[in-house]
């Protein structure tokens, strides 16, 4: 196999993602509507009764709304994640998945390059949802929008490598809805997203704890920091050492090795 090839096997698979992107609008709209509800009603009920004090990477006591920012932009990610698991879950269901892992590419790359694709459709997502921020007040720093895309790609890959573990887990479509409520809903709400740490802890230190443990915690936090040109290194290693750990169990769930191995003892 040339380099080439893997580059076009790459290309075909994130245009083949690109595609099934654009036809399906209402997965962008529904990407942005989630957060959008939480930033206009939930964030403006709660604006007059929560403030956030002066903490890093923020300069200056800020709004509830502008605190919640980096958490929304994260839900956008897992439930895009979890949106691109769900496909792989439809492709084997409806055999479209055997014709790509059947390729001479090896199978390690193939998955790679679907999770690729998948942090990369995240990011129109989420920068249309930072202009419609902007324009309802939050302004982060300019040079913040840059800094931000390499926590956005870091983030983007591990929480799509968390999907493709458990599409891997997944042997029915109808069960997908089930195994994400016990996914997204505890990862979102158990984090940083919502509320600092630090108050969290005043009400429950067990909570806190929990919090700090939460792969997506870390996933919020740095983008939090790098929104703002700024770096949260544990954070960053959280999130590395993370994704390579989802990653790595998910092209091991892939393997057809395992899946005979487990036929063979069912069988006997």
């Known amino acids: 196999m040339t380099i080439m090839a ?10 083949r993602e690109g595609l099934r992107f654009v036809h399906q609008r209402s997965r962008f709209v529904s990407a942005l509507v989630r957060p959008l509800i939480w930033l206009f009603i939930f964030a403006a009920g709660f604006r007059s009764v929560l403030g956030v004090s002066i903490i890093p990477p923020y300069e200056t006591y800020i709004l509830y709304d502008e605190y919640i ?17 769900l496909s792989m879950v439809y ?5 479209s998945m055997r014709v790509l892992l059947t390729s001479p590419i090896p199978r390690w790359f193939l998955l790679v390059s679907k999770l690729s694709a998948g942090a990369l459709l995240s990011l129109p997502q989420i920068y249309v ?27 983007g890959l591990m929480l799509g490598a968390l999907g493709l573990l ?19 809903f505890p990862m979102f709400f158990a984090s940083s997203a919502l509320y600092p740490l630090w108050k969290v802890g005043e009400g429950s230190p067990l909570l806190e704890d ?3 443990l939460n792969p997506f915690t870390h996933a919020v936090e740095m983008i939090r920091f790098m929104l703002y040109g700024r770096i949260e290194p544990l954070s960053i290693l959280v999130v590395i050492g993370c994704l390579a750990v989802f ?3 998910a092209i091991i769930a892939y393997d057809p090795a395992k899946g005979m191995l487990a036929r063979v003892r069912a069988g006997g």
């Open 6 to 15: 893997w580059i076009r096997c790459f290309i075909g698979i994130t245009w």
């Open 69 to 85: 920012v980096p958490g929304l932009i994260a839900m956008i990610q897992l439930f895009n994640g979890m949106q691109s698991s």
């Open 91 to 95: 492709d084997r269901e409806m055999g």
């Open 129 to 155: 949802f930072l202009l419609i921020a902007y324009f309802y007040g939050i302004e982060p720093p300019p040079f913040g929008y840059i800094t931000v895309i390499p926590a956005l790609l870091l983030s």
């Open 166 to 184: 458990l599409s891997s887990m997944i042997k029915q479509l109808e069960n997908f809805a089930g195994v994400m409520n016990f996914v997204i």
């Open 210 to 212: 929990i919090c700090r």
């Open 247 to 249: 990653l790595a169990a």
